[in-house]
């Protein structure tokens, strides 16, 4: 069966054009930029007017799937995602699981400007560079992890996971660096597990190693700001980025005001769609590295699109982007899959699989849960005014 195998999860009432009566379709990416972004971002250039309540009418066809992990990242060993069809092409919607209305809506009107908005238009680039990522596992598990990012030169190493001690992060880190060799580059990712005293003792200690930068080693910008402070006084040399410090944060723009880092990571669905993204890196000014959510390969080619859109790195050379994830997956909803070949990823629009959609289909009660989960956050969407100022656009 092609589509819509459960009844409760089923397409929208047309197919193929505009579901939406009123819907003019859009003008590219480039009006979304421009308008004022509301609490949601904006909406695609179009979609105003008489909105329709149910989020199905908004989809030619909706799917729900869970793919099992190769390994546990972030604590899960399932990820589920949402794989929707609007007039521009497939969308994906996959907040993390615990994330509540308010925070997941931004992922949805990340995935509405997706099946609105035809793209790629104004890239600077046909390809990008991605890294490795290395979960917080065994040293002697690290090659068979790199295995999986074939010609990736960058990694980014997962460290200061709850209940690990520092010198399995260290030795962890040293296994990457003999794979890799000298010319590879090392990133750490804290995920905000480092209080401001261990980040230093950590960080003293990885700076061995040669990092390229440490993503978010502290959970409070305060911190980040005191840690890069005092790392510069030490005359060690740890660059220092942000991921949930603008990804999950009120006001992004904290990070450059309290000069907290570095460098700042962007993805797609936290930020609210490309247009947004590309907002919050013009607004703080600082070189951004484009990073996946864990998402399918419907997911993965918005950020390949995002990150062929941003200016280059500190050096002219594009930033390796954390969207080499697919491989992190047992299965994928679109054939051929996104992973990386001789490091790079193309800027693609890709379908989702009808079989392959079939294959990972996610149970009916985890289905309706999703659809009650979109439906909620197109409600929150739905009745917020376009052009409310939210904390995202405030630039001072
Ligand atoms: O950046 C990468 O290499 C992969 C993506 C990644 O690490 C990630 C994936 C899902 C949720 C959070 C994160 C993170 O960067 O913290
Ligand atoms: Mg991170």
């Not at 990457?176 to 580059?185: C, I, P, S």
């Not at 998402?295 to 790195?313: F, K, R």
């Not at 005014?385 to 405030?394: N, S």
């Given at each position: 069966?092609n589509a819509?195998?459960?009844p ?12 939406v ?19 949601y ?5 179009g ?11 908004l989809?030619?066809?909706?799917h729900?799937?869970?793919i099992?992990?190769?390994?546990r ?14 007039p521009?092409?497939?969308a994906e ?14 992922w ?26 290395v ?6 598990e ?5 295995a999986?990012?074939p010609g ?10 709850a209940?690990v001690?520092l010198?399995a ?12 060799g000298?010319?590879?580059v090392i990133?750490?990712?804290a ?18 190693f040669?990092l390229q930068?440490?993503?978010q080693p502290?959970a409070?910008?305060e911190?980040?700001?005191a ?7 030490a ?6 980025a ?6 999950r ?18 993805k797609v669905?936290?930020?609210g ?18 990073s ?8 993965i ?24 994830t ?6 994928d909803?679109?054939d051929p ?7 790079m990823?193309?800027?693609?629009r890709?379908d989702?699989?009808?079989a ?13 849960a999703w659809?009650?989960r979109?439906?909620a ?11 409310e ?5 405030h630039?001072?």
């Amino acid at each position: 069966m092609n589509a819509h195998p459960d009844p409760g999860v089923a397409s929208g009432p047309v197919s193929g054009a505009s579901p939406v009566a009123g819907l003019s379709g859009t003008d590219g990416a480039g009006t979304l930029a421009a308008e004022t972004p509301g609490p949601y971002g904006a909406l695609p250039a179009g979609l105003t007017g008489e909105l329709p309540r149910d989020v199905r009418e908004l989809f030619s066809r909706i799917h729900v799937v869970s793919i099992p992990m190769v390994m546990r990242f972030r604590g899960v060993d399932t990820r589920t995602a949402m794989l929707l069809r609007g007039p521009a092409g497939w969308a994906e919607f996959s907040p993390f699981e615990e994330y509540p209305p308010p925070e997941a809506a931004r992922w949805f009107a990340a995935a509405l400007e997706r099946a609105y908005v035809p793209g790629p238009a104004g890239t600077v680039r046909d390809q990008v560079p991605v890294n490795a990522t290395v979960p917080s596992c065994d040293p002697e598990e690290v090659p068979r992890v790199l295995a999986r990012f074939p010609g990736c030169t960058t990694a980014k190493v997962k460290v200061a996971q709850a209940g690990v001690p520092l010198e399995a992060d260290i030795a962890r880190v040293a296994a990457v660096r003999r794979e890799l060799g000298q010319d590879g580059v090392i990133r750490v990712d804290a995920n905000g597990g480092w209080s401001l005293a261990e980040a230093k003792r950590a960080l003293r200690r990885l700076a061995e190693f040669g990092l390229q930068y440490a993503e978010q080693p502290c959970a409070a910008v305060e911190d980040l700001a005191a840690l890069r402070a005092e790392l510069a006084e030490a005359g060690i040399g740890v660059p220092i980025a942000a991921d949930e410090s603008i990804r999950r944060a009120e006001d992004p723009m904290r990070v450059a005001r309290l000069q907290a880092a570095d460098y700042i990571v962007v993805k797609v669905q936290p930020l609210g769609g490309i247009a947004q993204a590309r907002h919050i890196v013009a607004q703080t000014g600082l070189p951004a590295v484009v990073s996946s959510a864990l998402d399918t390969s419907i997911g993965i080619a918005a950020g390949v699109e995002l990150a062929a859109l941003l200016p280059p790195g500190p050096d002219g050379e594009p930033l390796a982007c954390g969207l080499g994830t697919v491989g992190l997956l047992r299965g994928d909803v679109a054939d051929p899959s996104l992973r990386p070949s001789g490091g790079m990823l193309p800027v693609t629009r890709p379908d989702a699989d009808d079989a392959l959609l079939e294959r990972y289909r996610a149970d009916p009660g985890t289905a309706e849960a999703w659809l009650a989960r979109a439906q909620a956050c197109w409600e929150l969407i739905r009745r917020t005014p376009g052009g409310e100022a939210r904390g995202h656009d405030h630039a001072s």
